[in-house]
C-alpha cells in the first residue's frame, strides 16, 4: 500500500483515537502518588507529542509513545511508597533509567541483554503487568475492597459507581470486538457522562481552556534521599521494563517486509530520550504504544503518521477542564481493557516444561500479589535459575539471566 498525506493522517487519527485514554488515566494513577494532576495532564500531552514527533522526524516510523501502562503504575504504587513518599526522587530514577536507556540504545548490549531474557519470562512479566493493572482497576472501580480478614473482598457490587464502571467495561470490549476505533476513550466518556449524568460527579468547568501550569512537576526531580541499593533497583527495574516493552512493541508493529525494524537504533534512542524528557516535564516513562499498530493497519507508512499524532496530543492540551472531569471509576475499565491485551501472551509460553511454565507462572502471580513490578520479575528470575540447576538445565541458564537474578538476589538480601 503507497503512502499518501491523506492516508498517512488518517492513520495517525486512528493511532491517537486507540491511544488518547492515557491524558485522562495517567494523571489519575501518579495523582495518587502526590502529583498536581493538572501539572501530569500537561506533562503527559507534552511528552507524548514531542517524543512522538522525534520517532517522526528522526526515526521516520509511525510509531507513537506516550507514558506507559504499567510502569504509571509501578512509579505510584510501589516506587514512590518505596522512596518513603518523594516523588520527585522518583522523577530522578526515571530520568537516571532514560540516560542508561540511551547508552544501551547505542551500544550492542541491547540486542545481548534483551536476547538474554527467556522468551517465557519476557511473556510473564508482560502478563504480570497487566494483572497488576487490573487489580488496580478493580479497586479505583469499587469491585474489589481491603479486607483484615482476606487481605482483599469484593466491593459493593450494587453502588452506582461499580455498575457504571462494569457498563464502560462491557462497552469497551464490545466495541473493541466490532472493530470500533477508539473503544477505550469512547467507554471512558460513555461513563463520565454516566457519572454526570446521574450526579456522582459535577459538570465540568468547561470545555477548553488554558493547559494547567507544569510548574508543580516540571524539573522537580532529584537524585538523593534514599539508599542508593533502593535507588539502583529502581532504575534497574525502570531501564529493563522500558526496554523489554519498547523492544517487544516497535518489534510486533514496525518491522519491514525483510522481517527487520529499519532505524532501530534512532527508534530506541528516542524512546529513551522520551523517558528523560518525560521526568524532566513531571511523568512516569514513555514508551511506545502497541496502539500503533491500529494506524499501520489504516495506512500508516512514514512518519507523518507520527507527527499527525503529535499534532494532535498538542491540540488535547486546551481540553484540560474535560480531562478533570473524568473520575477514577471511569477510567478504571481502562485498566482492565490494558490488562486483557497484555496477558494474552500467557498463550505461548511452554506449559508443558515446568522449567519455563513454573518460573513464568510465578513472575504473572507475584507482580500483582506483591503489588510490585520489582518484586515480581525477582521471583521470576530468581526461580527460572533455580528451577534449571536444581533440574539439571543449567545450560539454560545464560550469563544475562544469572547476573539478572544475582542482583535480585542481592537486592532482597540487603533489604
Known sequence: MAATVRREIVAGATTFLTMAYIVFVNPRILGAAGLDQG??????????????????????????????????????????PALHGDWRL??????LSGILFVALSLSPARAWLIDAIPKSLKLAIAAG??????????????????????????????????????????????LAARGVIGAVLIGIVAATAAA??????????????????????????????????AIATVV?????????????TLTAVALDEH?????????????????????????????????????????????????????????????????????????APALVFVAALMAKGLKDIAWDDLTEAAPALLTALAIPFTYSIAAGMGIGFISYVAIKLVSGRWRDVNAGVAVIAAAFALRIAVQ
Do not use: W
Open 90 to 95: 522518583a522523577l530522578g530514577c526515571v530520568f
Open 196 to 229: 454526570i449524568g446521574s450526579g456522582l460527579q459535577p459538570m465540568p468547568s468547561g470545555i477548553v481552556g488554558l493547559p494547567p501550569s507544569l510548574a508543580p512537576t516540571a524539573l522537580q526531580m532529584h537524585f538523593t534521599g534514599a539508599a542508593p541499593a
Open 259 to 331: 522481517g527487520r525494524l529499519p532505524r532501530a537504533r534512532r527508534a530506541l534512542a528516542t524512546d529513551a530520550a522520551g523517558t528523560m524528557l518525560g521526568a524532566a516535564l513531571g511523568t512516569s516513562p514513555v514508551t511506545a504504544y502497541i496502539e500503533s499498530a491500529t494506524g499501520i493497519q489504516a495506512g500508516g507508512r512514514t512518519g507523518l503518521t507520527a507527527v499527525t499524532v503529535a499534532v494532535l496530543f498538542l491540540l488535547t492540551l486546551f481540553f484540560a477542564p474535560l480531562a478533570a472531569a473524568v473520575p477514577a471509576f471511569a477510567t
Open 39 to 80: 501539572a501530569v495532564f500537561t506533562a503527559t500531552c507534552l511528552a507524548s507529542a514531542l517524543t512522538t514527533a522525534l520517532m517522526g522526524l528522526y526515526a521516520r516510523l509511525p510509531v507513537a509513545l506516550a507514558p506507559g501502562m504499567g510502569l504509571n503504575a509501578y512509579f505510584a504504587f510501589t516506587v514512590v
Open 236 to 248: 534497574f527495574v525502570f531501564l529493563l521494563v522500558d526496554l523489554l516493552d519498547t523492544s517487544g
Open 129 to 174: 503487568i497487566g494483572f497488576f493493572l487490573a487489580l488496580i482497576g478493580f479497586e479505583n472501580a469499587g469491585v474489589v475492597a481491603a479486607s483484615p480478614a482476606t487481605l482483599i473482598q469484593e466491593g459493593v457490587l450494587t453502588d452506582p459507581k461499580v455498575l457504571i464502571a462494569a457498563g464502560a467495561f462491557v462497552l469497551m470490549f464490545a
